[in-house]
């Protein structure tokens, strides 16, 4: 398990401890002017040498990783430091696993839902398919949580991402690998961000520590048991109408838990969250996508098969169609 920091000061410690100097910070535009990008500027001050690596897109592409592993080796840096979201994280982690490099690795959130912190997962796209990478190198060293990164978050980010975090628990829960240290996870997390989703929305900064920790709680879930049914389905959403990935993955979460009712013992072990699932999704009121009617063959094809293995009902592509339809 990554060690949690959760002040500047100890992770500038736990830096000189290691006899680290030279960081790759892999981040995205908007780093540079919150408080983990201007702790980077500190450092720079104090000595560190600092080389930023910016140059990829959301939904990453491999030739991006190929590009920081590049400029990793060109800098000789002693540590990789992920900033930001989902893909900053994730192409830090890639640049490490697929380069080799035998080096800690840093991840600083910046938004409170994807759990990449928390896993041994990076989601990268080859020639415009999504290839999920797996391997424990992924995993942080150290991950630092700063509630203030959450101050400036725009309301539809806030909501997209921690519902996320909840397609992670609830998915984890019912996932066919669900096991006691998953659902102590996924239950933690669910008790969190159901307690405190409305004072978060409303800009509330107690909640700003509970939902950082909330979602890296739903990452530990699935760093267990992986995604099921709601993270196959959603993907194609998010390519297809641009609408968000923790967006996408709520609509299908919560199409599938209806479908799934009757259909699979798994359920009981979510089931005494659904009264407050179910508020949440209306409080969150997030639309579905217009969705024309030849799009549902396209959308049923697209599902990865891996992911919804782990689903606890077994879905026919006709069943699918009906669950895209149910959104
Ligand atoms: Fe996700």
């Keep these: 398990m990554s060690e949690v920091i959760r002040d500047y000061n100890e992770l500038a410690r736990w830096l000189s401890a290691r006899g680290r100097k030279s960081l790759f910070v892999v981040c995205g535009n908007s780093f540079a ?42 800098c000789g840096a002693d540590t990789i430091i992920g900033g930001g979201g989902g893909s900053a994280m994730d192409v830090a982690k890639a640049i490490k696993f697929e380069g ?55 309301e539809y980010q806030k909501k997209a991402t921690m519902s996320d975090a909840v397609c992670h628990a609830v998915e984890s829960a019912w996932s066919s690998a669900t096991c006691e240290e998953s659902r102590a996870f996924s239950y933690s997390a669910l008790d969190k961000i159901f307690a405190n989703y409305k004072s978060y929305l409303a800009g509330d900064e107690q909640t700003f520590g509970v939902m950082l920790d909330a979602a890296y709680e739903a990452g530990e879930a699935i760093n267990i048991t992986k995604t099921t049914g709601g993270h196959a389905l959603c993907y194609k959403l998010t390519t297809m109408y641009g ?85």
């Design 33 to 74: 002017s919150i408080a983990p990008g201007r702790f980077i500027d500190c450092l720079a001050a104090v000595g560190f040498k600092i080389t930023y690596f910016r140059d990829f897109t959301p939904n990453p592409d491999h030739s991006s990783v190929d590009k920081g592993i590049e400029a990793f080796k060109e």
């Design 100 to 154: 080799q490099l035998n080096v800690p690795f840093v991840a600083i959130p910046t938004t409170a839902g994807t759990g990449s912190e928390a896993t041994r997962f990076a989601v990268i796209y080859k020639d415009g398919t999504k290839t999920s990478l797996t391997s424990d190198v992924m995993l942080p060293d150290a991950v630092l949580l700063d509630p203030s990164v959450l101050e400036n978050l725009p």
């Design 243 to 327: 609408i968000s990935h923790g967006h996408a993955a709520l609509l299908c979460v919560r199409a599938l838990w209806n479908y799934m009712e009757g259909r699979t013992d798994n359920l009981e072990f979510v089931s005494r969250y659904k009264e407050q699932f179910d508020e949440y999704f209306r409080y969150l009121d997030l639309a579905k996508p217009d969705i024309p009617e030849e799009d549902y063959g396209i959308l049923a094809d697209s599902v990865n098969t891996e992911r919804l293995s782990n689903n606890p009902a077994a879905l026919t592509r006709e069943d699918i169609v009906t669950v895209y339809r149910n959104l």
